[in-house]
């Protein structure tokens, strides 16, 4: 039995809070003991105990925190951890130093470009302390490996591609019509939707003034967002959405539960970001059929290649409306991406493919190590 520690410093929910989730419940019971590590008890220590795992609770704020390190090299020790599994690059950071320390495996997992940040004060040593302590890097995307390795100052045979993976017995193709139901929509409303928590990187703000310009072609369009939105940013936007006249035609959904319901109540998913490690969202969408227009963004131009959606520039409202307004005049396009979209979640991006490579690259370093602890 391979003991594994499962460490992150955030409590989502989110993407990586997301991943984190399906790996700390999803590695093979029979070969594999975990443990999750989790800031607090919110969305992600809720989603642990439902799936059956009971998370330690090890709060992480601040910048080299030494009372969490201490915490972490005592729940080691009583685990007997074999592999720190850790999510996101402050996470990182402290499985890095405690990997030293104990002579654990570390297998560091990046999500996004924004898990690094630029002007931070400690960067210089914070990727020293990655570099040295983590026996793995693992990236989300290929795209987000060539922007990362180098500024970490990687080797190449320390770094892995693995992607993210759905649940396609949750997330698949079921038409539904229950959300223009709940909106009170007529029938012949064209529904687009996004979904992630508003965020700066996420641009809604380009996507609101994207569908004032939809809106102003085809007036049946309503846009739905669904994401935690209790924040100054969502403040923010509601406002832009009032100023562009937009109340009755775009929806703040805020935090739903029932994201798979939604995916498939719409007629075209959007992904607006301005930078993206590799998007969850826009999977799931694919997973259930739905048709995609993304930013090229980092992650999208990986998942939707051999056209499996259409991919527009960040930052560019006008694009981003012309694309969903192609789909939406064009259902025969719609339909054939959608089609290969699905074949390409089933053939790259299920959540046992992606479960099989975390369970590998564990195994790998255990046996490397030593062996397990038995």
Same mark, same amino acid.
């Given at each position: %039995?391979?003991?594994? %520690? ?36 919110? #969305? ?80 210089? #040593? ?58 009170? %929509? ?167 493919? %992606? ?20």
């Amino acid at each position: %039995m391979i003991s594994v %520690m499962h460490v992150i410093d955030t409590g989502g929910p989110g993407g990586a809070e997301t991943v984190f989730a399906q790996v700390a419940t999803g590695l093979d019971p029979r070969r594999f003991r975990s443990t999750p590590i989790v800031p607090s008890r919110a #969305w992600l220590a809720a989603t642990l105990e439902a799936r059956g795992a009971i998370p330690v609770i090890a709060p992480a704020q601040g910048s080299f925190n030494l009372a969490y390190l201490l915490k972490l090299r005592s729940l080691a020790q009583r685990t007997q951890t074999d592999v720190i599994i850790a999510h996101l690059y402050g996470s990182a950071v402290y499985a890095s130093l405690l990997g030293r320390l104990g002579s654990i495996p570390v297998i560091a997992v990046l999500h996004g470009q924004t898990d690094i940040a630029v002007a931070d004060r400690f960067a210089v #040593w914070k990727a020293a302390i990655v570099r040295r302590g983590s026996r793995e890097v693992v990236f989300v995307s290929d795209e987000l490996r060539r922007e990362l390795a180098p500024r970490l100052g990687l080797r190449a045979n320390r770094c892995t591609v693995i992607p993210n993976g759905v649940d396609t017995d949750r997330f698949f193709p079921a038409p539904d019509r229950s959300l223009r139901t709940e909106l009170a %929509m007529p029938d012949d409303a064209m529904l687009i939707g996004a979904i992630g928590n508003v965020r700066t990187p996420k641009a809604y703000d380009v996507l609101l003034r994207a569908a004032r310009l939809l809106v102003d072609r085809i007036p049946r369009v309503h846009l739905v967002i669904a994401g935690d939105a209790d924040n100054a940013l969502g403040r923010e936007l509601g406002a832009l959405r009032d100023a562009l006249g937009l109340r009755s035609q775009v929806t703040f959904l805020g935090l739903r539960a029932d994201i798979a319901q939604i995916l498939r109540n719409l007629d075209v998913f959007v992904l607006s970001s301005r930078t993206e490690g590799f998007s969850i969202a826009c999977v799931e969408a694919m997973a259930c059929g739905i048709p995609v227009v993304a930013t090229r963004s980092g992650g999208p131009e990986e998942i939707l290649r051999d056209d499996a959606g259409l991919l527009v520039p960040t930052g560019d409202p006008g694009a981003l409306a012309a694309a969903i307004e192609r789909l939406i005049e064009s259902p025969d396009l719609a339909q054939r991406l959608a089609s290969t979209a699905l074949a390409r979640v089933c053939a790259h991006y299920s959540l046992a493919t %992606m479960l099989d490579r975390y369970e590998r690259l564990v195994t790998s370093l255990a046996d490397e190590s030593g062996g397990p602890h038995r």
